[in-house]
């Protein structure tokens, strides 16, 4: 089994492939069982979140469209449930309504801020996962490569509204300070760069790169929204991100 082109290190055609828990150190299995849990945690936030924002949609071709999306963020969830449950026989949903307890995503209060969470967060989400599309766990790489087809189909409206309604002028007085908070939860779905947890999963195969890496490109993507919706990059420090040093922030 080897690692498709474009993105991966050069040792990717030499890297162990698992299936099952045999041979793994425990190192590896406790890595690999807190990535599921983030992604559960992950998946049934994004579903939360859209829920609670149908009550600021407009119109019914919205409904039908954010409806559809939670519909999505359920089914991730569950094939995350199902393949934490094969991996761990536990649950995984007590431990991640506990995290939502503890750090509940926050809630989008308008449409406006709704459209600004489904293009931050939920891309950010799809950058993170990409990372896996590799796993030299198999089943996690499947499960995967499943979510990331279907979360590309979430990309184009949210932000497309955002740009929409910041054309308009209505929202001036509160895109800045809006951008900037989904900006933050976007970007923190790749958890911190240059970490050790980070280098052992890339040697692992486990991961493709650096969070760091990663943050560039969810950059890249976003740029031409951020500049059709007249917003800026915040200064990470300012907005407590930690980010590497280098990263192209120009638009
Ligand atoms: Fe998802
Ligand atoms: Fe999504």
């Known amino acids: 089994m080897t690692a498709k082109k474009g993105g991966d290190s050069s040792t990717a055609t030499t890297r162990k492939i ?5 041979e793994m150190t425990p190192e590896y299995r406790k890595t690999l069982v807190q ?19 149908l009550q600021y949609v407009p119109e019914l071709k919205w409904v039908k469209f954010i409806t559809w999306h939670i519909r999505e963020e359920v089914e991730h969830y569950e094939a995350v449930c199902k393949m934490y449950k094969s991996f761990t026989g536990q649950s995984v949903e007590p431990m991640v309504n506990a995290r939502l ?61 955002v740009v929409e309604l910041s054309g308009t002028g209505r929202f001036d007085d509160v895109k800045q300070p809006m951008f900037e908070k989904w900006f933050k939860l976007g970007m923190l779905s790749f958890g911190r760069p240059a970490t050790a947890g980070n280098k052992y999963a890339i040697e692992q195969g486990l991961k493709k ?26 200064d990470p420090k ?13 638009l």
């Open 101 to 161: 307890r503890e750090k509940p995503v926050p809630f989008a209060q308008s449409w406006y801020e709704l459209a600004m969470a489904q293009f931050l967060y939920d891309r950010g989400g799809f950058w993170q996962l990409r990372e896996y599309e590799e796993c030299s766990f198999l089943p996690y790489r499947e499960c995967v490569q499943k979510i990331v087809k279907e979360e590309k189909g979430h990309q184009e409206l949210g932000e497309r509204i």
């Open 209 to 234: 790169r650096d969070s760091g890496e990663v943050m560039q490109d969810f950059l890249t993507d976003i740029k031409p929204a951020v500049k059709a919706c007249g917003v800026r990059f915040p």
């Open 18 to 22: 698992y299936t099952s828990d045999k």
């Open 35 to 53: 990535m599921m849990e983030s992604q559960a945690y992950r998946e049934l936030a994004a579903g939360q979140m859209f829920g609670y924002g």
């Open 238 to 250: 300012a907005i407590g991100l930690e980010v590497p040093a280098g990263l192209d922030w120009s």
